[in-house]
């Protein structure tokens, strides 16, 4: 069995509202190993959001403890906390958050210019990535000359950059039809076998097929946590025309 990269053990998050208390997670305990590939669903409000914000070190839990690569999330300085966020994990949006000004290649090179990354490595890394979800020949385009799946897979691009174990994707087929999201569904498959663990934030179950496990959340819990076969993530076999 593949070791544990995340476990989070009785997390809770509370947001005070005026006078309000509000809890977004309540006691949420969850192990995800090396390799899988999770998909976590749930209606507006139910905590999703939350939760892949902590997993993927943007927010702390108000109690219990969190640990990634065995180590307690929780107890880790704001500059310990960046440095995980750029070498552990990797992030992919439902806007693509690219700069419009520069190139594909220089968007993907943002992540390591932060992290101190000679312009020599970075440059070949970059280059690198955008081969890897084939954009090698439109590395100098920029985002307004290409397709909304072009650019999320620029997006990809820069989240594999800093060579992540854990890539944290938030509703990453969203904004695109349903032949692109299969084909964006497919590379993150295809990326789940060079062993990178996928957490997937969606509220598309036809998305969540393509994935080995669903976590669905409401009202702060998990309502239910199930493995299954995924789908393989396949145009013609989707029969999309």
Do not use: W
């Not at 960046?82 to 700069?99: D, H, W």
């Amino acid at each position: 069995m593949a070791a544990p990269l995340i476990e989070v053990e009785n997390i809770s998050k509370v947001y005070r509202m005026g006078d309000v208390d509000v809890h977004a997670l309540r006691d949420v305990s969850l192990t995800i190993s090396e390799g899988e590939s999770v998909a976590v669903m749930g209606p507006s409000g139910s905590g999703k959001s939350t939760l892949m914000n902590i997993l993927g070190c943007l927010d702390r839990p108000t109690g219990g403890t969190y640990r990634l690569l065995g180590e307690i999330v929780s107890q880790m300085d704001r500059n310990a906390l960046a440095r995980v966020r750029n070498r552990t994990l990797g992030f992919v949006f439902q806007s693509f958050n690219l700069l419009s000004r520069t190139s594909a290649l220089e968007n993907v090179e943002l992540p390591m210019l932060y992290a101190g990354v000679s312009g020599r490595e970075r440059h070949q890394r970059s280059r690198e990535a955008l081969e890897r979800v084939g954009l090698g020949e439109r590395m100098h385009h920029h985002p307004n000359q290409m397709s909304g799946g072009q650019q999320q897979r620029v997006a990809i691009a820069r989240a594999l950059v800093t060579r992540p174990r854990l890539m944290v994707a938030d509703e990453p087929t969203g904004n695109l039809d349903s032949r692109t999201s299969v084909e964006i569904m497919s590379l993150f498959q295809e990326l789940g076998r060079t062993g990178i663990t996928l957490l997937l934030v969606t509220h598309e179950p036809d998305i969540a097929r393509y994935a080995s496990r669903v976590v669905v959340m409401r009202d702060g819990h998990v309502q239910s946590d199930k493995t299954q076969t995924p789908l393989v993530a396949d145009v013609a076999a989707a029969g999309i025309p």
